[in-house]
């Protein structure tokens, strides 16, 4: 086992074992509660690094982005830390801490003139079920996607009760997991953090690609990540779908080990993203793609290995995500010990990503990946079937993503011309388990798939 100092896997356990409210939370894809300093200012930049003209300067320099401290927000922090929204005219940039992703909805719907935040970090393809009020309540707040912010960082943790059964990227005994009641008395259980978007997408497909369907065979829920891992801990949690530095913490700390990473379900898969108030942007356009060429140098910054370093220091300076700076550094160096007596990883690529990856941009925000997110919405028959038909997943689309913001945005900016994707549409995209996604064809995609509710 691992030794990290400071943060012993004692002081991890019982953090870990504390209530959502206080605790210190290591994971992609949930917040930390706010810290002393919730939220951050940007630094000024150097005179000489301000790159605006008089046609490209922003009707407004300052702007609240929200953000959960996770290795997803990274961009965002790193814009405003490194000046790079600042070199476009945004010095008035504020970050600001989310405790989780339920605040962050909440906060998104007030908009920042009553409190709350007008844009930043999100899971998809909650932008979406904000604008039609799916998931506030009815009160729709239109909001436009503008960036992907990343690629990986996320995996299945299982717990160490179920070590030795065969559970990996493919499981090898789908009955040992379908038959935990009649072993043990209750359901294999299983969570993640909010429903309905990213963690709940990967576990569902992982699980149905093996033959288990996660709305009869296990218990799946969304459930405080604390109670989760003290639950994997103890043995009354099975499975955890989470996200950079859980995975490696999960498996240093003999927790227990990953059953898959999910660029091992899905090379290169689209991830978090930046998206705002559609009215703010509408209010804003020139600001807007000011802060879209803060993000896509950071993106860039992020990437180059020789700023890892750095990267890790500042993301777990007490601003930001308060955590030892040992427990970032290996996800972020493409590291990761599995358990279970699988092969460890060590592959910068498998890592999280921020500006390219092995097909191209992470950065552009494909509407196919948009609509494979809302066709999964449509697989599970989320919102009881509020997403009707592709026709209206289409239209939804082009009402939210602004791929076109970010292209003039790349233009204005300088971004060579290859680094500036052609096509709206990342082209077919292919799971572990052999599937399909053909974003010109996703009803031959829905139907070819042998686990789903819709």
């Not at 789908?174 to 294999?188: A, C, L, M, S, W």
């Not at 108030?277 to 993000?295: C, E, F, H, N």
Request: net charge neutral; proline share 6%.
């Amino acid at each position: 086992m691992t030794d990290f100092s400071q943060f012993t896997r004692r002081r991890f356990i019982a953090t870990a074992g504390a209530t959502a409210a206080t605790s210190i939370l290591l994971k992609g894809c949930l917040g930390n509660p706010p810290s002393d300093s919730a939220t951050a200012t940007q630094p000024s930049p150097a005179a000489s690094s301000v790159n605006v003209n008089s046609n490209e300067a922003p009707e407004i320099t300052t702007v609240k982005l929200g953000y959960i401290p996770i290795v997803e927000a990274a961009p965002i922090i790193v814009a405003q830390q490194k000046g790079f929204f600042a070199k476009y005219g945004m010095t008035g940039v504020e970050v600001s801490k989310q405790s989780n992703w339920a605040s962050a909805r909440d906060n998104i719907v007030n908009g920042s003139a009553a409190g709350g935040i007008d844009g930043g970090q999100w899971q998809m393809p909650m932008p979406h079920l904000i604008t039609e009020g799916l998931i506030t309540n009815g009160r729709k707040t239109p909001m436009y996607v503008l960036a992907q912010l990343v690629t990986n960082g996320n995996g299945i943790a299982i717990s160490g009760k179920n070590v030795g059964k065969g559970i990996g990227l493919k499981i090898s005994d789908p009955d040992y997991i379908k038959g935990f009641q009649k072993t043990e008395g209750r359901k294999f259980k299983a969570a993640y953090t909010f429903p309905n978007a990213n963690q709940d997408f990967w576990i569902r497909y992982w699980l149905a690609a093996s033959g288990i369907d996660p709305d009869n065979d296990i218990d799946l829920l969304a459930v405080p990540p604390a109670e989760t891992v003290q639950g994997m801990k103890t043995g009354t949690m099975d499975a955890f779908s989470t996200g950079d530095p859980w995975p490696y913490r999960i498996v240093a700390d003999d927790i227990g080990f990953m059953a898959a990473l999910t660029e091992q379900i899905w090379q290169f898969h689209p991830e978090e993203y930046l998206a705002m108030r559609a009215d703010w942007v509408d209010k804003y356009p020139k600001a807007t793609k000011a802060i879209l060429k803060g993000i896509m140098e950071a993106q860039q910054w992020c990437d180059d290995p020789a700023n890892r370093k750095e990267l890790v220091t500042m993301l777990s300076g007490r601003n930001f995500f308060n955590l030892p700076e040992a427990v970032l550094t290996p996800p972020f160096e493409g590291r990761y010990k599995l358990g279970d007596g699988k092969p460890d990883i060590d592959n910068f690529k498998s890592g999280p990503l921020y500006w390219k990856d092995g097909v191209g941009s992470v950065s552009y925000p494909y509407k196919s990946h948009d609509l494979w997110f809302l066709t999964e919405t449509m697989r599970w028959n989320f919102h009881n079937g509020a997403i009707k038909d592709f026709d209206m997943a289409k239209k939804l689309i082009d009402q939210v993503n602004r791929e076109d913001l970010w292209k003039e945005a790349a233009k204005d900016a300088g971004i060579a011309a290859a680094d500036i994707p052609t096509s709206t549409s990342r082209g077919v995209e292919t799971f572990f388990d052999k599937v399909k996604f053909d974003p010109e064809n996703p009803e031959a995609y829905l139907a070819s798939l042998k686990i789903k509710k819709a």
